[in-house]
């Protein structure tokens, strides 16, 4: 079956961390995505990436970095954490021009 | 960016019957999804339908698309418990990249 892993489902940091969110899939798909799910506001796209070491902006890219190193593996860095970034951070991947995404079950990340 | 919109966003049915979800889009779209999410889960791709298709059948789920309306609706026939999720509405309005709706929850009570 195949599979989207982030690395944690729940983590807690404080303000001003710098904070890893990591996202591998095993499917060998060129596009990756980050997506932060707010109440109310929906799914919104950070970064996404269209192959290794390309790296595009979202909606909302500020505050966040990103970085994919290898085809499989696309993380999100939060440089330095702030309260407004307690979110559901959710990962994806695709093949270009193919159905459907396949998602990871999510991080939900609290910053304190 | 473009963003689909679901209506209605709560929905409360009893098991066995049927449950239909809108939505609707502002601009041209190569093709719209629908996905589920269990509460606190990821989302899980359930069917896609290409702007050239009308309507599209994947087991109790059947969607439609109107692209003169710039809208979609999404049936799921006979619901079950085991239905009751978020039910997202995306659109692809090139390259791949997806714009979501706020979702919308459906409870289907045993």
């Known amino acids: 079956d195949v599979k989207v892993t982030q690395s944690s489902r729940y983590l807690v940091k404080r303000t001003g961390e710098k904070v890893f969110l990591e996202c591998v899939q095993d499917m060998d798909h060129e596009n990756m995505f980050w997506y932060r799910q707010d109440p109310g506001l929906g799914l919104r796209l950070i970064y996404f990436s269209y192959d290794v070491k390309m790296k595009e902006k979202g909606d909302i890219p500020e505050g966040y970095s990103v970085s994919r190193e290898k085809k499989e593996r696309f993380s999100l860095i939060l440089e330095s954490a702030s309260t407004n970034q307690t979110s559901m951070y959710l990962c994806?991947?695709?093949?270009?021009?193919?159905?459907?995404?396949?998602f990871g079950s999510g991080t939900r990340l609290t910053v304190v | 960016s473009q963003q689909g919109e679901e209506d209605p966003q709560a929905l409360s049915i009893q098991e066995g019957e049927n449950a239909t979800m809108n939505c609707s889009y502002k601009?041209?779209?190569?093709?719209l999804q629908w996905y589920r999410q269990n509460s606190g889960r990821g989302l899980v791709h359930l069917i896609l339908?290409?702007?050239?298709?009308r309507e599209k059948h994947s087991g109790r789920l059947r969607v439609t698309l109107d692209t003169s309306k710039k809208s979609s609706s999404l049936l799921i026939t006979a619901s079950r418990a085991a239905d009751t999720a978020s039910y997202f509405c995306?659109?692809?309005?090139?390259?791949?990249?997806?714009?979501f709706g706020k979702g919308n929850q459906v409870v289907v009570i045993p």
């Open positions: 601009t041209s779209i190569n093709n």
């Open positions: 995306a659109t692809d309005y090139g390259n791949n990249r997806l714009a």
């Open positions: 994806a991947s695709s093949l270009p021009g193919r159905a459907g995404y396949t």
């Open positions: 339908i290409r702007s050239n298709e």
